[in-house]
């Protein structure tokens, strides 16, 4: 089981544009000493011309352990010389809508995330999660070697190599890579090939233990019952600390609530871990914290929290008392105890965590505002619901998933949710690695967490989404479960059973994209597809403007190359602002990529430029017309010609929400203006600040901060 502390997935986007600084600020600043391209296509070329590998820092500044990499290793002047000398090295923000398509080729999911790439693209080998050095090195150094990497180990293995020693080495890589299915077929050949008590080996530990899940797996007692022995091989302390870590795992999700607890035999783990374990091991915390709240004695709980609390790792206290807020509605007392007990935990974290002890005050006070989950169990929630002629909402998460608990902990506890929630839905929260939830996970198919599902009262799956959305969104994805024409379950009946036109298709791709069930780079492919076999009458239709403002990305597709040579014909349908809209999505993502440094040998880039000044429609003074000149412009590094086409342009436009997103690029070009030119440039966008609507001051104002 990876450290969730260095491993976070990626279950949503981060839709900043342009990084002047992290979203931590100076908490997150490392002198970072590798010589880093911020261009895949450049860093592709550097590759083949210098003969180099790529190493790839697939970064995400939202990601803690990103950062938390480049303060412990590339910030070594060491590493960072040789990681220099060796590869070709490329760092992109990848959780930016710009690099989506290299998220979907890569497979990028979890962060810290490194890649090396050959000089075409092509995978070398991969490692996911960070570590310290030397350790790290050695990881890497793997990418350098034909026969270590991961690419050549598989070939290797695909060819029939079976001896135990490469097998063993292949195990290894492919944890490094995250390639936990593949990793464990060729773990379960590995183990088949050797006698039992061959697992008690030194070189085997690390196998051995990735078998066992918890105290509850199979082969756990034969590591009791062969303690002796693997104690001798692999050294006391270690045996210890791991079977300590087995027992703290089943009894851990009794500290946030106490489901499933009635049915736990608490007696007989108490009685084993009194035999292999000290009194003084932290797994007796656990347990006796588990059976205070188990039992029901939530003052007990709270003592116990105070006395032994600083001995459990920090993200369990804090999940457990943020689970405290979950039985303040029992009496009066416990509710004060609670919120005395949470106003001192405020004292004694950092401020970003006493921003959600604070949100679990709020909760307190307003509890009954928010989402209402049913505590029943499953059958029961579909009962109620066939009571209730309602549909069952169920929040599918676990208790290490940091976008669950924003769910849990800030957006279901707020009124305006738990309103639409409550009114329209029989709400459902389930654990899916615990009790019941292990079975309906299998059932549903649920691989991402949050996952968010909509059944009917019989348990057929009406909708389903993943992720963390802010509250508006979250409204908006869950009314899509009310309406057959939007609903995931209704749609794909329809869409499967040959229906094609625009709305369902639109649909259909939007909905799989949205549950996981599709890469976005399939669902665009597909919609090309799709796009294809239309007529002229066909793609003439006001109903596919959304078909283009969702999946028309690439410019150079045929799909965009056709909305934009018939804007005026779609602009008589939908309206010139409908129409604008929609190619900005198109074109202007596109430009941001290539800004602020646009390469005019960029063939793709070029036919862009051409498609855009060939097209009668596309005025020198619209949105799309300024936006060639700039990067035409910026290409030449003609700055006092940028500065006049703002000037004498871009101010006097009547679409403001094409001036604010082509304004918003100083932001970019900041770093390559002169000195000399600054002050000018400051002056225009206070002067434009003046003249804007009230919602884009806030947007101006920030972009001034940022640059002064």
Same mark, same amino acid.
């Given at each position: 089981?990876?450290?969730?502390?260095?491993?976070?997935?990626?279950?949503?986007?981060?839709?900043?544009?342009?990084?002047?600084?992290?979203?931590?600020?100076?908490?997150?600043?490392?002198?970072?000493?590798?010589?880093?391209?911020?261009?895949?296509?450049?860093?592709?070329?550097?590759?083949?011309?210098?003969?180099?590998?790529?190493?790839?820092?697939?970064?995400?500044?939202?990601?803690?352990?990103?950062?938390?990499?480049?303060?412990?290793?590339?910030?070594?002047?060491?590493?960072?010389?040789?990681?220099?000398?060796?590869?070709?090295?490329?760092?992109?923000?990848?959780?930016?809508?710009?690099?989506?398509?290299?998220?979907?080729?890569?497979?990028?999911?979890?962060?810290?995330?490194?890649?090396?790439?050959?000089?075409?693209?092509?995978?070398?080998?991969?490692?996911?999660?960070?570590?310290?050095?030397?350790?790290?090195?050695?990881?890497?150094?793997?990418?350098?070697?034909?026969?270590?990497?991961?690419?050549?180990?598989?070939? =290797?293995? &695909? !060819?029939? @190599? +079976?001896? $135990? %020693? *490469?097998?063993?080495?292949?195990?290894?890589?492919?944890?490094?890579?995250?390639?936990?299915?593949?990793?464990?077929?060729?773990?379960?050949?590995?183990?088949?090939?050797?006698?039992?008590?061959?697992?008690?080996?030194?070189?085997?530990?690390?196998?051995?233990?990735?078998?066992?899940?918890?105290?509850?797996?199979?082969?756990?007692?034969?590591?009791?019952?062969?303690?002796?022995?693997?104690?001798?091989?692999?050294?006391?302390?270690?045996?210890?600390?791991?079977?300590?870590?087995?027992?703290?795992?089943?009894?851990?999700?009794?500290?946030?609530?106490?489901?499933?607890?009635?049915?736990?035999?608490?007696?007989?783990?108490?009685?084993?871990?009194?035999?292999?374990?000290?009194?003084?091991?932290?797994?007796?915390?656990?347990?006796?914290?588990? =059976?205070? &709240? !188990?039992? @029901? +004695?939530? $003052? %007990? *709980?709270?003592?116990?929290?105070?006395?032994?609390?600083?001995?459990?790792?920090?993200?369990?206290?804090?999940?457990?008392?943020?689970?405290?807020?979950?039985?303040?509605?029992?009496?009066?007392?416990?509710?004060?105890?609670?919120?005395?007990?949470?106003?001192?935990?405020?004292?004694?974290?950092?401020?970003?965590?006493?921003?959600?002890?604070?949100?679990?005050?709020?909760?307190?006070?307003?509890?009954?505002?928010?989402?209402?989950?049913?505590?029943?169990?499953?059958?029961?929630?579909?009962?109620?619901?066939?009571?209730?002629?309602?549909?069952?909402?169920?929040?599918?998460?676990?208790?290490?998933?940091?976008?669950?608990?924003?769910?849990?902990?800030?957006?279901?506890?707020?009124?305006?949710?738990?309103?639409?929630?409550?009114?329209?839905?029989?709400?459902?929260?389930?654990?899916?690695?615990?009790?019941?939830?292990?079975?309906?996970?299998?059932?549903?198919?649920?691989?991402?967490?949050?996952?968010?599902?909509?059944?009917?009262?019989?348990?057929?799956?009406?909708?389903?989404?993943?992720?963390?959305?802010?509250?508006?969104?979250?409204?908006?994805?869950?009314?899509?479960?009310?309406?057959?024409?939007?609903?995931?379950?209704?749609?794909?009946?329809?869409?499967?059973?040959?229906?094609?036109?625009?709305?369902?298709?639109?649909?259909?791709?939007?909905?799989?994209?949205?549950?996981?069930?599709?890469?976005?780079?399939?669902?665009?492919?597909?919609?090309?597809?799709?796009?294809?076999?239309?007529?002229?009458?066909?793609?003439?239709?006001?109903?596919?403007?959304?078909?283009?403002?969702?999946?028309?990305?690439?410019?150079?597709?045929?799909?965009?190359?056709?909305?934009?040579?018939?804007?005026?014909?779609?602009?008589?349908?939908?309206?010139?602002?409908?129409?604008?809209?929609?190619?900005?999505?198109?074109?202007?993502?596109?430009?941001?990529?290539?800004?602020?440094?646009?390469?005019?040998?960029?063939?793709?880039?070029?036919?862009?430029?051409?498609?855009?000044?060939?097209?009668?429609?596309?005025?020198?003074?619209?949105?799309?017309?300024?936006?060639?000149?700039?990067?035409?412009?910026?290409?030449?590094?003609?700055?006092?010609?940028?500065?006049?086409?703002?000037?004498?342009?871009?101010?006097?436009?009547?679409?403001?929400?094409?001036?604010?997103?082509?304004?918003?690029?100083?932001?970019?070009?900041?770093?390559?203006?002169?000195?000399?030119?600054?002050?000018?440039?400051?002056?225009?966008?206070?002067?434009?600040?003046?003249?804007?609507?009230?919602?884009?001051?806030?947007?101006?104002?920030?972009?001034?901060?940022?640059?002064?």
């Amino acid at each position: 089981m990876k450290n969730i502390l260095f491993v976070i997935i990626l279950v949503c986007w981060n839709f900043s544009t342009g990084v002047a600084q992290s979203i931590y600020g100076d908490a997150a600043k490392a002198d970072v000493k590798v010589k880093y391209l911020n261009s895949y296509e450049e860093a592709l070329k550097a590759s083949a011309r210098e003969n180099k590998p790529i190493f790839f820092n697939c970064f995400a500044d939202w990601a803690v352990p990103c950062h938390a990499m480049n303060k412990a290793v590339f910030s070594d002047a060491e590493f960072a010389k040789w990681l220099n000398d060796h590869f070709v090295c490329l760092c992109l923000d990848v959780s930016v809508p710009a690099h989506k398509d290299l998220v979907a080729k890569y497979q990028i999911r979890y962060f810290a995330h490194y890649l090396i790439l050959d000089s075409k693209g092509n995978l070398l080998h991969r490692i996911v999660g960070g570590s310290k050095l030397p350790e790290f090195k050695e990881q890497v150094a793997r990418g350098l070697n034909p026969e270590r990497c991961l690419t050549g180990m598989t070939e =290797k293995f &695909r !060819g029939g @190599k +079976r001896d $135990i %020693d *490469f097998l063993r080495d292949y195990i290894n890589v492919l944890d490094h890579a995250d390639m936990k299915v593949h990793r464990d077929s060729v773990v379960q050949i590995y183990v088949a090939m050797l006698d039992p008590q061959e697992l008690i080996k030194k070189e085997n530990w690390s196998i051995f233990t990735s078998l066992l899940e918890d105290a509850n797996s199979e082969r756990f007692p034969f590591l009791l019952e062969n303690y002796d022995a693997f104690v001798k091989e692999n050294g006391k302390d270690i045996v210890d600390q791991y079977i300590s870590v087995m027992y703290i795992r089943i009894l851990y999700p009794f500290l946030f609530d106490d489901k499933g607890y009635e049915k736990f035999n608490i007696q007989k783990v108490e009685k084993k871990m009194n035999n292999y374990l000290a009194e003084t091991d932290v797994a007796f915390v656990y347990l006796n914290l588990a =059976k205070a &709240r !188990g039992e @029901k +004695r939530y $003052i %007990d *709980f709270i003592e116990q929290l105070k006395k032994d609390g600083n001995k459990l790792q920090s993200q369990i206290l804090e999940e457990a008392d943020m689970n405290l807020v979950t039985v303040t509605n029992q009496h009066l007392e416990l509710k004060q105890a609670v919120e005395k007990y949470l106003n001192e935990r405020i004292q004694q974290v950092d401020q970003a965590t006493a921003k959600q002890y604070e949100n679990a005050l709020k909760q307190i006070v307003n509890a009954g505002n928010g989402v209402k989950f049913e505590d029943c169990t499953f059958s029961e929630v579909l009962a109620k619901a066939r009571k209730e002629n309602k549909p069952v909402f169920m929040d599918c998460f676990t208790v290490w998933c940091g976008p669950c608990k924003v769910l849990s902990n800030q957006i279901f506890p707020m009124k305006p949710v738990g309103d639409f929630f409550n009114s329209n839905f029989v709400n459902f929260k389930m654990d899916m690695e615990r009790g019941e939830g292990i079975e309906l996970a299998k059932r549903y198919g649920i691989k991402v967490y949050p996952t968010l599902l909509v059944l009917d009262s019989e348990g057929n799956l009406l909708h389903r989404f993943t992720g963390a959305r802010p509250p508006r969104a979250l409204i908006d994805e869950m009314a899509r479960a009310l309406s057959d024409s939007t609903a995931y379950g209704p749609v794909k009946a329809k869409y499967d059973a040959g229906d094609r036109t625009p709305q369902v298709v639109i649909e259909y791709l939007r909905n799989m994209v949205s549950a996981g069930d599709m890469q976005e780079t399939e669902a665009i492919d597909e919609a090309e597809k799709y796009f294809n076999t239309l007529s002229e009458k066909e793609r003439l239709d006001k109903d596919l403007i959304p078909f283009y403002t969702r999946f028309a990305t690439k410019p150079e597709s045929d799909m965009s190359r056709y909305f934009l040579r018939h804007q005026a014909e779609y602009q008589k349908l939908a309206g010139k602002t409908v129409t604008e809209r929609a190619l900005l999505n198109i074109y202007f993502p596109y430009f941001m990529n290539m800004l602020p440094e646009p390469n005019m040998n960029n063939e793709i880039l070029v036919s862009v430029i051409e498609d855009i000044k060939h097209t009668r429609s596309v005025k020198k003074n619209s949105t799309l017309g300024y936006l060639v000149t700039i990067t035409e412009a910026v290409s030449q590094k003609d700055w006092e010609k940028v500065l006049k086409v703002y000037n004498k342009g871009v101010s006097q436009m009547d679409y403001k929400f094409g001036q604010l997103n082509l304004d918003m690029l100083w932001k970019r070009f900041w770093p390559l203006i002169p000195d000399s030119m600054k002050g000018r440039v400051v002056s225009y966008l206070e002067q434009e600040k003046n003249k804007a609507r009230p919602l884009a001051v806030e947007k101006y104002t920030t972009l001034l901060d940022i640059l002064k």
